[in-house]
């Protein structure tokens, strides 16, 4: 019954709803929202627009203020003609004074133009001027010389032509036999040429140097000197890396090193003074010294042979125990150490001795370039103190290293020597400095985002100011004082802290800070900057439509 029940339902529910068809389903109508008031409309453009013009008139004059690099301005085309030698022509006008009491005034004055002629026809470096002039009469048995000459030449009549050099005055002495005397219609002599030759070969080394420092330095080709021989400049180099850079200290170090417990104390003070200072004192003009002395006992050195070799000398320094000083307020140091010992050095070769058969020959110091030097001083085993004496040749040998170690030329005599030094570091100085300008100009070229403080460009026109004061008074000792700040100007313009830390501030640091902050931020002002405007163009349209309407109707 009930399985029929439920077959009849089916089947009566099946009949009752075939003939009808079923009633169509409307689809859901979209509820449009209500419409924006003109008043509604109008405070969202005013908020969007206040906060876009936030942003553009209080934000980005901040931010541009406040993230601007500030620049200074620098005369890069003017620095950039020092470093290419156009704003200066070193040029070393050396003037010489010829003494000739004995020859009359015409006859002196023939001779000087002869000998001038024959200067400027073997001088082949326009830079390098040797300028003659004719010393007045000397007053009774007294001359004064003036300290702007660089070589004094005295003729004197003799019974032959020859050519000494005083080695504690700037002084060339020459003779001549009479006959040799040109007279006023000639146009050479042979007194003339022989004078120009010495006179060369005199300052001979000073322009090997010059020529040597001009060479690696971007002076215009047409203004170079001669070219070095290939020995020439490998020599001049050696002494180069051989010598300290200049600086306007050295702070002068001497210690006594001993093995054992003995000797413990020198005359060191008194050492210096009678043998040291006197070259000091004629090196004040272009170096100042400050000393300390030192003595230390036990001291083992490194290498502990009889007989040191070459290969031996490096390692001899024990760095590790001896209390050497180090650059002291920023001026370098050279030290100057006698260790008591028995060692002795083994210098290339050998010699033979009085009966004939062949010894090793030994040397008892040698000097560590850019560092100083080391002296090996034989003493009896209870020996306990050192005298000034027995520390003369110690001396004498720290004193002939302390001119090759500060760049002192190696011929002709001491006052000729330090007064060729002056100028070789006027040169070095000048063109040290031009170098520098031009490679701060590049840097400024290259990095436009870099920082230029105010007092790299006060740097740079102090440098320059300087610069020019020392070319028009190269070779004197104001082009050297000049010289001397141009250089230290120079390089702290370039060293400027604030400037050296942002070489190295990459473009990808910008963005890792810009963007997360930018992002968060741009994104819904530039969206509802967006909405509004196309809301407004759809409002534009829609009003354009209406009215249209109207005018059909």
């Known amino acids: 019954m009930s399985e029929r029940h439920s077959i009849d339902n089916g089947a009566t529910s099946t009949e009752l709803s075939s003939p009808l068809p079923a009633p169509a389903v409307e689809a859901p109508t979209r509820k449009e929202p209500p419409p924006e008031k003109p008043s509604d409309i109008r405070r969202r453009s005013y908020i969007i627009l206040s906060f876009w013009l936030i942003v553009l008139l209080l934000g980005l004059p901040i931010w541009w203020k406040t993230t601007t690099i500030y620049r200074a301005d620098l005369p890069l085309n003017e620095m950039l003609d020092w470093a290419d030698g156009k704003a200066c022509r070193p040029v070393f006008p050396l003037r010489i004074s010829i003494q000739a009491d004995a020859l009359q005034e015409q006859e002196a004055q023939n001779l000087l133009r002869l ?3 024959a ?30 000459t660089a070589l004094i030449i005295r003729l004197k009549p003799g019974e032959s032509t020859t050519a000494n050099l005083d080695p504690y005055l700037p002084i060339l002495d020459i003779t001549y036999p009479p006959n040799n005397i040109p ?45 070095l021989t290939p020995e020439a400049a490998e020599s001049l180099s050696k002494r180069t890396t051989r010598s300290l850079k200049y600086a306007p200290t050295y702070h002068l170090t001497f210690s006594l090193f001993t093995s054992g417990p003995i000797p413990t104390s020198w005359d060191i003070e008194a050492a210096i003074d009678e043998y040291m200072k006197p070259v000091l004192d004629v090196l004040s003009p272009i170096h100042n010294f400050t000393i300390d002395t030192q003595v230390q006992l036990y001291a083992t050195p490194g290498v502990q042979n009889q007989v040191l ?28 150490v006698v260790f008591v010992g028995n060692q002795t050095i083994a210098v290339p ?48 040998t720290f004193t002939s290293h302390l001119l090759s170690l500060t760049g002192t030329p190696q011929s002709g005599s001491l006052p000729l020597r330090l007064s060729t030094l002056a100028r070789i570091r006027s040169a070095d100085l000048l063109l040290r400095a031009s170098s520098t300008l031009g490679s701060l100009a590049r840097l400024a070229l290259a990095l436009p985002s870099i920082s230029i403080p105010s007092s790299v460009a006060d740097g740079v026109s102090k440098t320059m100011h300087h610069l020019r004061l020392a070319c028009d008074t190269l070779g004197g000792p104001e082009g050297l004082a000049h010289a001397r700040i141009a250089e230290a100007e120079a390089e702290r313009a370039f060293f400027e802290k604030s400037m050296v830390g942002q070489l190295y501030f990459p473009d990808e640091h910008k963005l890792a800070v810009y963007i997360p902050l930018l992002g968060p931020v741009g994104v819904p002002l530039v969206m509802g900057l967006l909405n509004e405007i196309r809301a407004w163009r759809k409002r534009r349209r829609e009003k354009a439509e209406k009215g249209a309407a109207k005018k059909k109707e």
Do not use: C, M
Request: charge should be negative.
């Open 309 to 336: 070799n070459k290969e031996d000398l490096s390692s001899f320094v024990n760095a590790a125990e001896w209390p050497l000083s180090p650059s002291i307020g920023g001026a370098p140091t050279i030290n100057f």
């Open 119 to 148: 200067l400027d026809d073997l001088n082949d470096f326009a830079g390098h001027h040797l300028r003659l002039q004719l010393s007045p009469p000397a007053q009774g048995d007294s001359r004064e010389y003036d300290h702007d």
């Open 183 to 227: 007279s006023a219609t000639s146009s050479s002599s042979s007194l003339a040429t022989y004078v120009a030759s010495q006179l060369r070969s005199t300052f001979a080394e000073e322009q090997a140097i010059i020529s040597y420092l001009l060479s690696n330095n971007s002076i215009p080709s047409d203004y170079r000197p001669a070219g």
């Open 349 to 396: 070769g050998q010699n033979q001795d009085e009966k004939g058969e062949n010894k090793v020959a030994t040397s008892p110091s040698w000097l560590i370039p850019q560092w100083g030097t080391i002296y090996l001083l034989s003493l009896p085993y209870d020996t306990t103190h050192v005298s000034a004496q027995t520390l003369k040749q110690p001396l004498l």
């Open 115 to 117: 000998t001038q002629h």
